[in-house]
């Protein structure tokens, strides 16, 4: 029993200063219909960025969106491979990076080479976009 009173008593004594910080607190505007803002804290971009996967970040860090380029899906890999950390590398495929890559993939060349569309691993002057017409990037 007494150490709910023990508790009752401390949260008095911090309201004060919850309720002093959620006064001073800035709300950025908010454009939904909800009127909530979305609030980016340090920690919870922190927390973000645990939760983003190595290919993800892999992309971030390498990769650049340039339209009209191409790359061949094997030399992505074998770059995202020798850019993982060691103990990662036995967790991805080929075919598993394959799948999950967020960019246009398809056919190119008369090899028949699998590559991947609009990206770089140089930012470059843009050009047309490449698209998918039945399996193939042109």
């Known amino acids: 029993m007494s150490s709910n009173i023990t508790y009752s008593r401390r949260c008095q004594d911090e309201a004060p200063c919850f309720i002093q910080t959620l006064l001073t607190k800035e709300i950025p505007k908010s454009n939904s219909r909800l009127r ?36 061949l899906l094997r030399d992505v890999y074998e770059k995202f ?3 993982l950390d060691p103990i990662e590398r036995g967790n991805w495929s080929l075919r ?30 843009a050009g047309k976009a490449l698209g998918l017409h039945n ?4």
């Open 96 to 125: 598993l990076m394959a799948k999950r890559i967020p960019f246009l993939r398809g056919k190119y060349g008369q090899n028949n080479d699998t590559y991947i569309g609009n990206i770089g691993w140089e930012k470059k002057e």
């Open 36 to 71: 909530l803002p979305v609030l980016d804290t340090e920690e919870k971009i922190i927390e973000q960025n645990k939760n983003i996967d190595a290919l993800t970040e892999f992309i971030k860090d390498c990769v650049y969106e340039v339209p009209g380029e191409k790359i």
């Open 135 to 138: 399996g193939r990037l042109r």
């Open 81 to 83: 491979i020798n850019w």
